[in-house]
């Protein structure tokens, strides 16, 4: 059954701690993505990947670190310098330019701080 | 930059109504346009999507069409169920970006 996990679907961070979110895809797409959505404000993108080893940074990847050493990984760490992490974070994939950027999506995880 | 523009919500409709949910966009190529859904507590779903001016998409009895003269790509139903109530993003892909743009979402309710 082909699709996009992300875990925890609940995760409560410490202040002062590094967590991290996970997101493997088995639909053997090349790009992967990272978004925050805050109530209003629509989606906005943190880190995007076109393939493995290579990532760039979205409008927001201040206090954010990713990495991509697998073709069906592509982990977020929200670090301790994210101030302001609550929020619902969703991974993408998707197989490319030639399929119009077409993304699909995980079911999302919800950060909450302690 | 290219920009989606969805119109405010949250848009609230009894049960069979007729929905309209406006959505303009700003780019610089020749976009592909897209329709997500996400309803309570998932991740976004692709409800339908058009490449080219002109081009109609249609899924569940939702359809948008690709107005290129007025930069528009408005979503409708002809009757909406109470399933229907969620919350729709308009998205466009510009020409060789890797990237989608999103409008900020419209939250539909469906009262039966």
């Known amino acids: 059954d082909g699709g996009i996990t992300q875990s925890p679907k609940y995760l409560f961070r410490k202040e002062g701690q590094n967590v991290t979110l996970s997101c493997e895809q088995n639909?053997?797409?090349?790009?992967m993505y990272w978004y925050r959505q805050d109530p209003g404000q629509g989606l906005r993108l943190i880190y995007y990947?076109?393939?493995?080893?290579?990532?760039q940074k979205g409008d927001i990847a201040e206090g954010y670190s990713v990495s991509r050493e697998k073709k069906e990984s592509f982990p977020l760490t929200v670090t301790s310098a994210q101030k302001n992490p609550t929020a619902f974070y969703l991974c993408?994939?998707?197989?490319?330019?030639?399929?119009?950027?077409?993304?699909?999506f995980g079911a999302g995880t919800r950060l909450s701080v302690l | 930059g290219d920009s989606v523009t969805q119109m405010e919500g949250p848009v609230t409709l009894s049960e069979e109504a007729f929905l309209t949910i406006n959505c303009t966009y700003t780019?610089?190529?020749?976009?592909?346009l897209f329709w997500y859904v996400q309803y309570p507590g998932e991740g976004l779903q692709l409800l339908l999507k058009a490449t080219k001016a002109d081009d109609k998409g249609s899924n569940k009895g939702f359809e948008a069409t690709y107005r290129k003269e007025t930069t528009s790509f408005h979503l409708e139903k002809g009757s909406v169920q109470v399933s229907d109530s969620a919350v729709y993003f308009c998205a466009l892909s510009d020409t060789g970006s890797e990237k989608l743009v999103f409008g900020k979402g419209t939250k539909l309710t469906v009262n039966p």
């Open positions: 639909l053997n797409h090349d790009a």
């Open positions: 780019a610089t190529g020749y976009p592909s």
């Open positions: 990947s076109q393939i493995v080893n290579d990532f």
């Open positions: 993408a994939s998707s197989p490319g330019l030639l399929a119009k950027n077409i993304q699909y």
